[in-house]
């Protein structure tokens, strides 16, 4: 589902995740493990997760945060809540 500029969400999610990591957005594909293969931190998927919030105006629980292991768990998470309406 792209937005008004034509982006969909993995481009944005991807833009999103290298601008946190400091990496280029072509090393991403939906099974990157944000932990092991980025090196990702608590902060640093907080500050992903604060980015994707304000973004796309939704609320990511603690819980869903723990859940969210993948780029793909990320997409399929923002697909879900944009369609949800939550």
């Given at each position: 589902?792209?937005d008004?500029?034509?982006?969909t969400?993995?481009?944005i999610?991807?833009?999103?995740?290298?601008a946190?990591?400091?990496q280029?957005?072509?090393q991403?594909?939906e099974?990157?493990?944000l932990i092991?293969?980025?090196?990702?931190?608590s902060?640093?998927?907080?500050?992903l997760?604060i980015?994707?919030?304000?973004?796309?105006?939704?609320?990511?629980t603690d819980e869903d945060i723990?859940?969210?292991?993948?780029?793909?768990?990320i997409?399929s998470?923002i697909?879900?809540?944009i369609?949800?309406?939550?």
């Amino acid at each position: 589902m792209p937005d008004k500029a034509g982006n969909t969400i993995a481009q944005i999610v991807s833009r999103a995740l290298a601008a946190v990591t400091g990496q280029s957005e072509d090393q991403f594909s939906e099974h990157t493990d944000l932990i092991q293969d980025l090196n990702m931190d608590s902060l640093a998927l907080y500050e992903l997760v604060i980015e994707l919030e304000e973004h796309y105006h939704v609320q990511i629980t603690d819980e869903d945060i723990d859940r969210i292991k993948t780029l793909g768990d990320i997409i399929s998470y923002i697909e879900r809540k944009i369609g949800s309406g939550s």
